[in-house]
């Protein structure tokens, strides 16, 4: 499936600010599942300093910084991408007592290698109650790649989607004692209880295109940016894509931009400002189907 994206974040300040410094982690990235064709990230006002380059994980990065007073910044993106089909999966995975032994043998430490993804992150550690809710949810999955989908339907069943229950900074094992959360703590959680049984699992954030209800126009700008779980299940079968959010396996309606450890290695936008008072921000994203 083929998509022209368009994304639109503004950030406002009540207090002009004289220093901002921001790394963006906003456009999408070509990799096995997806192709870009085209990608424009524009900057109002301009940046008195734009570096672009990718990060250790190959995530495009824009790293920008203004040495003059502010108090607006909108950033635009323009992009279009291919979701890649994928046939129905056979699974070639092991079961889940062998997966180690598939971990010993990946001794390359290359940027999607799984050992960087298996033991504690900058926002993910060990939680035993995670850990325990873990072990009930995947009792009976035969091999790691059902593990993954039974632990991503169980957080989909005892989460409740909340808007206001979170923000950035919520731990996951916060959002996962109160059961509620985002697609970030949902993501987190879940990732949280892969590592606690030995499967290297990654956070992968992107854009999702939303279906309009039956009979309705589809509206502009109400699309979103989406955060899902890569899970590492053996050799054979590699990385595999799971959305605890909505309980799927991530396909053609999901848009990669980044992955990473956890949110610290792959949020949209991440900086400093020095400034007085508050900030507002607004963001609108369209992912528009041409196929």
């Known amino acids: 499936m083929r998509y022209d994206i368009r994304l639109s974040i ?26 870009v064709t085209a990608s424009l990230l524009t900057i109002e006002p301009p940046p008195d300093e734009r570096r672009d380059g990718v990060d250790f994980f190959g995530n495009p990065t824009t790293s920008v910084a203004w040495h003059r007073p502010i108090d607006q910044i909108t950033f635009q993106l323009r992009a279009s991408a291919e979701r890649l089909a994928q046939g129905e999966e056979v699974d070639l995975s092991p079961a889940l007592s062998d997966l180690a032994d598939d971990l010993a043998l990946q001794t390359d430490l290359w940027p999607g290698s799984p050992q960087h993804f298996l033991g504690a992150s900058p926002r993910i550690g060990h939680d035993a109650a995670i850990t325990a809710f873990t072990q009930a949810a995947i009792a009976g999955a035969a091999t790691t790649r059902g593990a993954v989908e039974a632990l991503g339907r169980a957080i989909h069943a005892a989460m409740t989607y909340d808007a206001d229950a979170t923000d ?39 854009f999702l295109r939303t279906l309009p209800p039956p009979g309705q126009p589809r509206l502009e700008g109400v699309d979103a940016m989406h955060a899902w779980v890569g899970a590492w299940c053996g050799a054979a079968h590699g990385w595999v894509e799971y959305d605890p959010t909505n309980a799927q396996w991530a396909g053609e309606d999901y848009i990669t931009v980044a992955v990473g450890r956890d949110y610290s290695d792959a949020a949209p936008v991440r900086g400093a400002i020095r400034t007085a008072g508050g900030q507002d921000s607004s963001q609108a994203v369209d992912v528009i189907p041409l196929d």
């Open 10 to 35: 503004e950030y406002s300040y009540q207090a002009a600010s004289d220093h901002v410094r921001n790394i963006l982690r906003l456009q999408p990235v070509s990799g096995p599942r997806q192709r």
């Open 168 to 206: 950035v900074m919520t731990p996951p094992e916060v959002a996962f004692a109160e059961r509620h959360g985002v697609c970030q703590d949902f993501a987190q959680i879940m990732i949280g209880g892969l590592r606690a049984l030995g499967i290297p699992a990654s956070y992968v954030s992107g």
